[in-house]
């Protein structure tokens, strides 16, 4: 799978790429919205391999690195290429 840009299709807020200049991690297209919760968004692309193995019933496993820190929440969705993420405020 693979982070794609435009992570908002269409005019929205300005995407930054995260660890662009950091050899040890894969550059990380994203979008930080400005509202209370500030919610960073990101998109990603199945490869047709494996689409084809969740459509068998394969998993889609989220690791999130905390640096012992709390974990922040996630939210996962399934959007078209041309949609919009729904914004979860809480």
Known sequence: MDAIS???PGSGPI???LGKDQPEYIPLPAVFLDTPTCP???RWR???EERLQI???ADVVLTQLTFRTPFRPVHLQVVGQ???PEL???
């Open 55 to 57: 459509a068998a019933g």
């Open 82 to 84: 041309d949609e919009m």
């Open 46 to 48: 199945f490869t047709e």
């Open 40 to 42: 960073m968004i990101s």
């Open 88 to 90: 979860i405020e809480g």
């Open 6 to 8: 435009p992570v908002m």
């Open 15 to 17: 995407e930054i790429v």
